[in-house]
Every structure is written in C-alpha cells, then in structure tokens.
C-alpha cells in the first residue's frame, strides 16, 4: 500500500512523495518519476539519518 508523506504538497501543483514498504524493499516514487527499489536496511538507514537531522537541508 502505497503511504503519502504528510509534506506532500496539497496544493494541486502535483508534487508528491509516495513510499510502499514490504519485508525486503521499500518503494519510494514521486510525482514525476516510477518508483525507485531501495533495500529493507537502506530504508531503515535513510529514516534513522532524516530523524537525526543528519541530512541538513537537501
């Protein structure tokens, strides 16, 4: 099932994040592109950095 990130525009502009996760991979797509494959512990690696701040402003 696909989930929308709640920082998705609303705005009817169509920009959009999607992710789909299953026991494996997660599924990752937005607006403009299919989806992109990423593994279970990639994912997880990603969630954790955002959480952290890790990233700084992309």
Avoid: Y
């Avoid at 998705?8 to 607006?31: F, I, K």
């Amino acid at each position: 099932m696909w989930r929308k990130s709640s920082h998705s525009d609303n705005g009817g502009d169509g920009n959009c994040v999607e992710v789909a996760l299953t026991s494996s991979t997660a599924l990752v797509r937005d607006s403009k592109n299919h989806a992109a494959t990423i593994t279970a512990p990639s994912w997880a690696a990603f969630v954790k950095a955002v959480k952290r701040d890790e990233l700084g402003q992309v």
